[in-house]
């Protein structure tokens, strides 16, 4: 038998002809087939919305990075924390070459080339295919791999590889030359072999001002960059926002490279987990910089904060002048990334003694 107080709502809805009138009804009558196929349909909106993807779409429409980087045109949110570091540290200078490890989907590669524009280049390297930013070049593959980084060394140390041709008008005053015509109709396949070829050919030694050949020629009487040249260092900044993968559960069926299974990751949920696989890929990018990195250059690196933290940022403190701990505003509060800005790479330090224990 029905209370007063359910009566009376029961005919307060008939009589006002609401649009919930039927599922008002249908308390009263249990075993109505109506009431269950509602049921049905409102446990699925509530199994939706709170879904992780969901939770993720209502935090980034009301990210205020998130919306000033669609509405700049930017690839992620991302951007503004290098933007906030290079204002800082002043990272970026026109006509410098960056290498971007971990590039995807390309937002620091566009404030890269944007900062170091002209006669600058920016080299982006990650596992997962993506169409890179205008005015940077790519290489694909797995940078933990000695064969990708061998072939991202020799990519960075060939000068003329990944920068913009230049483009010649013929309406200039004395018009195109036979070089500027050859030049312009070399192939990629010209400009590959030549500079194969050019790194076959025994390097020459610097000549003394009177025109003699000198062999014994100490390294004390070359320049700074020629010291960095003779020993391959050529890339001005190295960036690293290299996060590791999720191993493969699935999927092995798949052979596109379009759609990939390997996704780079933020968190996995294991603190511990993310912070040794962060650590692992930051000794990575800093043998890359011993290698290939400038005197006077900077590193810039992510990590998730833990307990090696400390034994990495002496190895910094060894080949860099300078070394800070960052956490941009642009960075969420909850997340454990932080970043290693490190200024000025020293000239002398040698490898053992920069990654001593």
């Known amino acids: 038998m029905l209370s007063r107080r359910v009566f009376r709502e029961l005919t307060d809805h008939l009589l006002s002809g609401s649009s919930i009138q039927a599922a008002s009804f249908c308390l009263a009558a249990r075993h109505c087939s109506c009431c269950s196929n509602r049921s049905i349909a409102r446990a699925a909106v509530r199994y939706s919305s709170s879904s992780s993807s969901t939770r993720w779409k209502s935090r980034q429409g009301k990210d205020f990075f998130a919306r000033e980087a669609r509405v700049q045109g930017l690839k992620s949110r991302a951007a503004f924390k290098l933007l906030e570091l290079n204002e800082k540290h002043k990272l970026l200078k026109p006509g410098q070459t960056v290498v971007d490890l971990g590039f995807a989907p390309g937002s620091w590669s566009q404030v890269a080339v944007n900062r170091t524009t002209p006669n600058g280049r920016v080299i982006g390297i990650d596992l997962i295919p993506a169409q890179p930013p205008r005015?940077?070049?790519?290489?694909?593959?797995?940078?933990?791999?000695?064969?990708?980084?061998?072939?991202?060394?020799?990519?960075?140390?060939?000068?003329?590889?990944?920068?913009?041709?230049?483009?010649?008008?013929?309406?200039?005053?004395?018009?195109?030359?036979?070089?500027?015509?050859?030049?312009?109709?070399?192939?990629?396949?010209?400009?590959?072999?030549?500079?194969?070829?050019?790194?076959?050919?025994?390097?020459?030694?610097?000549?003394?001002?009177?025109?003699?050949?000198?062999?014994?020629?100490?390294?004390?009487?070359?320049?700074?960059?020629?010291?960095?040249?003779?020993?391959?260092?050529?890339?001005?900044?190295?960036?690293?926002?290299?996060?590791?993968?999720?191993?493969?559960?699935?999927?092995?069926?798949?052979?596109?490279?379009?759609?990939?299974?390997?996704?780079?990751?933020?968190?996995?949920?294991?603190?511990?987990?993310?912070?040794?696989?962060?650590?692992?890929?930051?000794?990575?990018?800093?043998?890359?910089?011993?290698?290939?990195?400038?005197?006077?250059?900077?590193?810039?690196?992510?990590y998730y904060q833990g307990s090696e933290e400390k034994a990495f940022e002496t190895k910094l403190k060894r080949l860099f002048a300078k070394v800070h701990r960052e956490k941009p505003d642009s960075s969420r509060n909850e997340s454990k990334e932080a970043y290693f800005v490190a200024l000025r790479r020293k000239e002398t330090p040698t490898k053992e003694e920069v990654f001593r224990d």
């Open 135 to 302: 005015g940077v070049s790519t290489i694909q593959g797995n940078f933990l791999s000695p064969a990708i980084q061998d072939e991202v060394r020799a990519y960075v140390r060939d000068p003329d590889l990944g920068r913009l041709r230049k483009q010649i008008s013929s309406k200039e005053q004395g018009g195109l030359t036979e070089e500027d015509l050859f030049e312009m109709e070399r192939g990629y396949i010209d400009i590959e072999r030549q500079a194969h070829l050019d790194g076959v050919e025994a390097p020459t030694t610097a000549q003394p001002a009177d025109g003699k050949e000198d062999s014994d020629t100490p390294d004390a009487k070359l320049s700074l960059k020629e010291r960095d040249t003779q020993q391959g260092r050529a890339v001005d900044v190295v960036l690293s926002d290299m996060s590791e993968p999720w191993d493969q559960t699935a999927g092995f069926y798949k052979k596109s490279l379009s759609d990939p299974y390997y996704r780079m990751t933020n968190t996995s949920g294991n603190a511990f987990r993310d912070h040794v696989g962060s650590m692992d890929l930051c000794m990575a990018a800093l043998t890359f910089c011993f290698d290939t990195l400038k005197t006077g250059g900077h590193f810039l690196c992510k």
